[in-house]
């Protein structure tokens, strides 16, 4: 594996699931990021982690969880959903948690919340 | 609030020809920008990053930045059909070393 991966690549849930989002870098960096990004809207920052601490929490609801547990993986904990919050998940490493360091981002989960 | 903009297009352009992409941003702090290209249903790839006033070149990417108008621009040169994608702006937050602010994005059409 190369770059960044994301698994599952398409998930649909129901209000009531528990789900788990799964980003991992192979570019040994250690800053990663979950974006939101809905139809026709701009990429929303969700979270941020460098070395595995988080810095960033761009006012999200806590029914979205993250977790690093080091700096290779990214979970995002999903419960409790609304439909609104189907979008497409992206996950993005950097060297360092810089704004002049490139971002790479993985190919993304697509969710549906029914 | 800060801001950036980009006209959604999308912008037509035929085989050959330059395309033009703007955007402006309400950060007068921003002193650098990415742009990324993003293809429909795919995640986005880097494709410059500009740090300071004047032009930067990468192949057939021309990248431009006017601090004092708060413009950037980014040029493509004999545009292909492969061209054709989501161009999205990005400049950083001034607030925090580390936050980008993304564009929503000009769709570009390449016609062969």
């Known amino acids: 594996e190369t770059g960044v991966t994301q698994t599952p690549r398409h998930l649909v849930m129901g209000m009531t699931n528990k789900k788990s989002l799964k980003c991992e870098q192979h570019l040994g960096h250690n800053a990663m990021y979950w974006y939101k990004q809905s139809a026709k809207k701009p990429l929303e920052l969700m979270f941020v982690?460098?070395?595995?601490?988080?810095?960033e929490n761009n006012s999200v609801p806590s029914r979205f969880s993250p977790e690093c547990p080091n700096s290779s993986h990214l979970f995002l904990h999903l419960h409790t959903l609304q439909p609104e919050d189907s979008a497409l998940y992206l996950c993005a490493s950097s060297q360092v948690a810089s704004s002049t360091d490139t971002q790479y981002f993985g190919p993304g989960t697509r969710l549906t919340v029914l | 609030q800060k801001e950036v903009e980009q006209n959604s297009g999308p912008l037509s352009v035929p085989e050959g020809a330059i395309a033009s992409l703007n955007c402006t941003y309400s950060d007068r702090g921003s002193q650098s920008f990415f742009w990324y290209r993003q293809y429909s249903g795919k995640s986005p790839e880097l494709i410059m990053f500009?740090?300071?006033?004047g032009d930067k070149e990468d192949g057939r990417f021309t990248a431009q930045l006017n601090k004092a108008s708060q413009y950037v621009s980014l040029l493509i040169r004999d545009s292909q059909p492969s061209d054709s994608a989501t161009y999205l702006c990005?400049?950083?937050?001034?607030?925090?070393?580390?936050?980008?602010?993304f564009g929503s994005g000009t769709r570009l059409l390449v016609r062969p």
């Open positions: 990005a400049p950083p937050w001034m607030d925090s070393s580390y936050k980008l602010i």
């Open positions: 982690y460098n070395f595995k601490e988080q810095t």
């Open positions: 500009i740090y300071s006033n």
